[in-house]
């Protein structure tokens, strides 16, 4: 059962901390993995794969914290904690190729259930959609059109390409809402992990975070989202309740 007014509080707290009386949303900037694919097994078994690999010890399951970092990123932090030195560019662009090696060794990932649903949710609201993710990764992003059809035109799209900071710095949303010609306040941001989480927050777009891994809540709402799902079908159920309580709630 669905409680009307549910809401309304989160939405409220959003609009006190950005100054407003109202909010009017154009646009969505939506995460790609583990938003709309289900993709982070994968990514965090390439990622154990590549980083044991170079003798540097790691564990399987800080990979889902680093989500939302670009590959170089990713990859030059590890070095300074394994190596105590920086990764240089070369060894970024070399380890983050065969990274997208082995990943695409893996079998093949699903779209996240319930995500195409609030994708067409967010286009029946009349919002611009704007793919925003911190992989370069092209065996996903080169399947946005058929699994996602007609939600991200190609010129709609921020990828570890565009940005020159990566998740958790607020420029990929930045970039996205210049792209999409919106401001903060007309933005929404839909996530799965902390450090986009906090990219978002920092945008000052509002924020909503959806446990789709082992990463539990607790630490979506440490990083600053507004409002947090338990699951991406949950927020699909509730994703058009959530969005009239947007266009309606008022200080
Ligand atoms: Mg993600």
């Keep these: 059962m669905t409680i009307p007014g549910i809401y309304t ?17 154009k646009a969505a900037l939506v995460d790609m993995d583990g938003t709309l694919y289900d993709s982070m097994v994968n990514h965090t078994a390439a990622w154990h794969r590549l980083i044991s690999g170079t003798g540097i010890p790691c564990t399987r399951e800080e990979f889902y914290l680093y989500e939302g970092r670009t590959g170089a990123a990713t990859i030059d932090a590890l070095f300074v904690r394994g190596l105590g030195r920086h990764a240089t560019d070369r060894e970024k662009e070399e380890l983050y190729r065969l990274k997208t090696l082995y990943f695409q060794e893996l079998p093949p990932v699903d779209v996240m259930a319930g995500a195409p649903a609030v994708m067409d949710a967010f286009r029946t609201f009349g919002l611009r959609r704007v793919l925003v993710t911190g992989s370069g990764q092209n065996s996903l992003i080169d399947r946005l059109d058929a699994d996602y059809p007609g939600i991200f035109s ?48 920092r945008s000052g777009a509002f924020t909503i975070a959806v446990t789709t891994g082992p990463v539990p809540a607790g630490e979506m709402w440490d990083a600053g989202a ?13 994703i058009t309740l959530l969005l009239t309580t947007i266009l309606q709630t008022k200080l």
Excluded: H, W
């Design 9 to 25: 509080t989160p939405v409220a707290r959003y609009l006190e901390r950005a100054g407003l009386s109202a909010m009017r949303p």
């Design 154 to 201: 190609p010129e709609m799209r921020i990828t570890s390409r565009s940005v020159s900071r990566g998740k958790p710095d607020p420029e990929p949303y930045l970039k996205a809402m210049e792209l999409a010609g919106v401001t903060p306040s007309e933005s929404i941001v839909l996530e799965n992990a902390p450090l986009g989480v906090e990219a978002g927050r």
């Design 226 to 238: 507004d409002i947090v799902f338990p699951s991406m079908p949950d927020l699909a159920a509730n």
